[in-house]
């Protein structure tokens, strides 16, 4: 074998020795459940805040999860400050903290971790500028910090300045505007 060779394998081998360590680590899943002591069945979210907090949107209400305890938000019928239902769809949190939680059929809510007050948006069909649908199938926040929900009935990008929403429908014929109303994912390209 030429020297060259030689050096070559070498290198090779310092490359592999350097990489096995990092296929040969250990994963581990800690187990969290939930403060009834009961398992999880219908997580339908998860997001951290900026306080390192871990959100989880569920069936059975909102939780928040700090690594060693859990706290739930439940709707309660008595309290319009509360979360609008336990039915849970999506969740999403924005650059000020602010927690933005999608129901199935009671809107969207904005939950105030500071204050613990949720606000509600819901459909109104004689206000043109409130949410499409009762029903949000999934929310983000794009990089300018804009809120977009996606509904059974289009797609709304929410205008925090007036607390309205613009409405993106399917028009027939229309190849400009959305293919389907029923929006149930939303994602963000590099454009």
């Not at 187990?31 to 219908?42: A, I, L, N, R, S």
């Not at 059974?152 to 027939?172: E, I, S, V």
Request: hydrophobic share 35%; proline share 4%.
């Amino acid at each position: 074998m030429n020297r060259s060779f030689k050096n070559q394998l070498f290198a090779c081998f310092l490359l592999f020795v350097g990489i096995y360590p990092a296929f040969n680590q250990q994963i581990f899943f800690n187990k969290v459940q939930p403060p009834d002591g009961k398992t999880f069945v219908h997580e339908t979210g998860i997001v951290q805040d900026g306080n390192g907090y871990m959100w989880l949107s569920t069936k059975k209400g909102l939780c928040r999860y700090d690594g060693y305890q859990m706290i739930t938000y439940k709707n309660n019928a008595l309290d319009p400050n509360s979360l609008a239902s336990d039915i849970l769809e999506c969740i999403c949190v924005d650059s000020t903290g602010i927690i933005w939680i999608g129901t199935d059929g009671a809107g969207l809510d904005r939950f105030d971790p500071s204050t613990g007050l949720f606000k509600h948006f819901r459909n109104n069909s004689n206000v043109p500028g409130s949410l499409s649908a009762d029903w949000v199938n999934t929310i983000m926040i794009d990089r300018d910090g804009i809120l977009w929900a996606g509904t059974g009935k289009g797609l709304d990008r929410y205008d925090a300045q007036t607390g309205t929403f613009k409405h993106f429908r399917n028009k027939p014929g229309d190849s400009t505007s959305i293919s389907c109303d029923e929006v149930t994912a939303i994602y963000q390209d590099r454009q």
